[in-house]
Structure formats: structure tokens, C-alpha cells
């Protein structure tokens, strides 16, 4: 399994933006496609965006398409989420993954996941 550190998470108002990393380390990072999922308080974990070994293929939650920027630069072991346009229900802790299916379709099919970090987002 690949070991998965999450960070720049934080307080940001309404409108703003955060850039999410994600930092992997064990086995090849190029095998493994990349999601990022978030989990508010008392709800269930929800997709938000995930990219292919390749970088060739991305894929957004509704939510988020036309916010949100998933990127990965294999030579430095990180994938990247750029967040803009922050709304308050964006508010989570967000997660990143690894799997090592061609396209990861459920939580499920992830093998690794990291601890999160914390986005707050205020009105």
C-alpha cells in the first residue's frame, strides 16, 4: 500500500480559495489513480474529484465541477486540489486516496486513504 499525507487545509471566508496537497509515499505512485473525497459532520463521505495514473482523465462531483482543479505531478509523488470559489458547504475534512484501478468508480475501490485535513469555509 502507498502512505498518504494530506495537508493545507484552514479557514478561508466564503469566495476564497485553498490549495489542497496530498503527499504519497511506499509503492509507485504511478500506479495508483488519485480521488480526493470530503466528509462533513454527520454525513457520509462524498466523492469529490479523482484523476487517472496519467493525469489523463479527470473526473468532479457536480458540486464542485468549474471550482474545483484536480492535479497530480507523478515526479514529486503529490496530487493536488485546487480549490476557488469556496462556498460554507464546502466545509469538511477533505481526503485523498489511491487506488489502483484504471478509473475508481466507488470509496470501495480505494486502497489507501489518508487522515484529512480540515477545510473550514465561513459566511
Known amino acids: 500500500q502507498v502512505q498518504l499525507v494530506e495537508s493545507g487545509g484552514g479557514l478561508v471566508q466564503a469566495g476564497g480559495s485553498l490549495r489542497l496537497s496530498c503527499l504519497a509515499s511506499?509503492?509507485?505512485?504511478?500506479?495508483?489513480?488519485m480521488g480526493w473525497f470530503r466528509q462533513a459532520p454527520g454525513k457520509e463521505r462524498e466523492f469529490v474529484a479523482r484523476?487517472?495514473?496519467?493525469?489523463?482523465?479527470?473526473d468532479y462531483a457536480d458540486s464542485v465541477q468549474g471550482r474545483f482543479t484536480i492535479g497530480r505531478d507523478n515526479a514529486k509523488n503529490t496530487v493536488y486540489l485546487q480549490m476557488n470559489s469556496l462556498k460554507p458547504e464546502d466545509t469538511a475534512v477533505y481526503y485523498c486516496?489511491?487506488?489502483?484501478?484504471?478509473?475508481?468508480?466507488?470509496?470501495?475501490?480505494?486502497?489507501?486513504w489518508g487522515q484529512g485535513t480540515q477545510v473550514t469555509v465561513s459566511s
Open positions: 484523476i487517472t495514473w496519467s493525469g489523463g482523465r479527470t
Open positions: 486516496a489511491a487506488s489502483l484501478k484504471f478509473v475508481p468508480y466507488s470509496k470501495n475501490e480505494y486502497d489507501s
Open positions: 511506499g509503492r509507485t505512485f504511478t500506479r495508483y489513480a
